[in-house]
């Protein structure tokens, strides 16, 4: 048998190629797997019908109309959603045998993680895209121009990186698939319940409130709200930045960490 | 580095798992160019050594070498001359069977050219052709398997560890399976499979190491291993119990066997066909009423019996096979 060569190139070379390569594969499933390209933007539209016509109209949002309120929060809420798919992308690798598979390749095999959180960047791109169309059909009136609609963007991408890589270590530390889903929910649902993405915060009880108020979904809400409906901004902007930022470099640092402890040294 | 003749050079491998000791001071050399099988029960050990050999676990103890790399010191260089098929087919099932056998060399890091080449050359090799724009979630057991073997040689690695080849494979899917991997020897690699089965470790390797909770217990080719483990047997049923117990008298050998239940016995059979005869026209002037003749070769049963005095199937065997069903959905 003639026998093949790695071909001679640089490692730098070889590690985008190996990145490039799994979100390449990671992408395809937006695609092929429509089921799940579907249920990341049901679940938010369910509550934007919801709340804007359920619950909407007992509920007080000075300065704005409820549903100009309620739309920041609601596309915060589908990208912390979307950004959970890395988890059971990582759990189902684990679970198929695949990171094994890499891991006996001479690739950077953790470039299965950058896989899944760039396809959740594509995916959440994707699924805001959708929710704002949904928002104007249902009466959301935002007042952003191109500007901040590209700082809209900004805000969700980082947001949904920072959220993607700690769902990674979720996906790497659970054993089955139905309980990485679980372990995400319980997660995803109080951050994004406990903030001032449907009601504002100053309803809440005083305990709930200082969390609600401080946690960094509310942040990321409040720089959408303000740059979409002109609410204040005051520090949010800079705080929603900030804290998905650190969010990003300790989960991604952890993330690299547990999957090369992990998957060699146990 | 002066090249040894040996592929595969482990000494003294010890792994626990917590408190569980999974591998407890295993060796093993390969020759290269040689096929070995590692044959064992469900729990021995076989798959934690294949993860050690092929770099995704460490050692707790011991070294291995392969092609004088140290697996754990220079894993990068070991993984660009291995194949690995794991125990469970590890093929992405939302691409298609070309765009594995595709990822997979791109991951191998050949160039491009060579990996279109290699994976059209290999979609034919293993009759996937047909099947190879159609998502691999698609696939039949067989075909995945198939597939999941084509991806491990894109990079037509010198060393290969297949973790239980053909289990779950019909016997048709079963001989493809032997013909491949002999194909494979024949060309040059190096091969260690594991298996729980003697008839699989017969016809594919040259040596075979047996191991039991982590150590081995014996070592040798085929036909050595099944004169330790006793001869073929030969086993009757019969009508009546009054026609069992005629037979036992007939036959009275030290390597009788009497299953009451079943109204059966075995006796072991060293001279073959002429020898049953006998045993039938004795039981015909007798009278006996004979209902179903077998005969059977020492299987991997009867190997363990004798080497470690107890049965092959591990006392957690049963959460071992429910684990699997799990891992293959
Ligand atoms: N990651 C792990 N953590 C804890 N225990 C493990 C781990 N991997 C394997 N074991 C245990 O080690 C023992 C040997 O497992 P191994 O998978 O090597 O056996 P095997 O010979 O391949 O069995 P089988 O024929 O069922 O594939 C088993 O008791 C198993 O439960
Ligand atoms: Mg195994």
Known sequence: MKRVKPEPRSKIYWALSDFAVLTKRSMVYIVRNMDQALSTVFMPIMFLMLFRYVFGGAIETPGVSYVDFLF??????????????????????????????????????????????????????????????????VGFRPEA???????????????????????????????????????????????????????????????????????????VIEAIRSLTVGTPMGSHGWLALAWSLAILIVSYLAAVYIFKRKTTAN | MAKSKYAIQATNIHKSFGKLEVLKGLDLKIHRGTIVALLGPNGAGKTTMVRILSTLLRPDKGAVSIEGYDVV?????????????????????????????????????????????????LL???????????????????????????????????????????????????????????????????????????????????????????????GGTADELKSKAGRERVQF?????????????????????????????????????????QLLEKFENEKVRVTGMSLSKPTLDDVFMKLTGRKATHKDSHDESSDKKEAQL
């Open chain 1, 72 to 137: 920041a929060g609601i596309l915060v809420q589908t990208a912390a959603f979307g950004a959970t798919y890395t988890a059971i992308g990582v759990t189902t690798d684990i679970r198929r045998g695949i990171v094994d598979r890499f891991k006996s390749l001479p690739m950077v095999s953790s470039a299965v993680l950058v896989g899944h959180t760039v396809t959740d960047l594509v995916r959440n791109t994707i699924s805001a895209v959708i929710m704002v169309l949904v928002g104007l059909l």
């Open chain 1, 145 to 219: 121009n191109a500007f901040e609609w590209l700082l809209v963007l900004g805000i969700l991408m980082v947001f949904t990186f920072a959220i993607s890589w700690l769902s990674a270590i979720m996906g790497l530390l659970s054993k089955t698939v139905e309980g990485v889903q679980w372990m995400t929910f319980v997660f995803v649902f109080p951050v994004t319940f406990i903030s001032s993405a449907f009601v504002p915060t100053a309803s809440m009880p005083s305990a709930l409130r200082a969390f609600a108020e401080n946690q960094p979904v509310t942040h």
């Open chain 2, 73 to 121: 010191k220079d894993a990068h260089s070991v993984r660009s001359i291995i194949g690995l098929t794991g125990q469970y087919a590890a093929v992405d099932e939302y691409l298609t069977g070309r765009e594995n056998l595709r990822m997979m060399g791109r991951l191998y890091h050949l160039s491009k050219e060579d990996t279109l080449r290699r994976s059209e050359e």
């Open chain 2, 124 to 218: 034919e090799q293993f009759d996937i052709v047909g099947a190879a724009d159609r998502y691999a979630k698609t696939y039949s057991g067989g075909m995945r398997r198939r597939l999941d073997l084509a991806a491990s040689l894109i990079a037509t690695p010198p060393i290969i560890f297949l973790d239980e080849p053909t289990t779950g494979l019909d016997p048709r899917s079963r001989l493809a399976m032997w013909d491949i991997i002999q194909n494979l020897v024949t060309q040059g690699t190096t091969i260690l499979l594991t298996t729980q089965h003697l008839e699989e470790a017969d016809r594919l390797a040259e040596y075979i190491v047996v191991i039991d909770e982590g150590k081995v217990i014996a």
């Open chain 2, 237 to 277: 049923t019969f009508e009546r119990d009054s026609d069992l117990k005629k037979a036992e008298k007939i036959i009275d050998g030290k390597t009788l066997e009497v299953d009451k239940k079943l109204k059966g016995l075995s006796v072991s059979n060293d001279k073959g066909v002429a020898r049953v005869r």
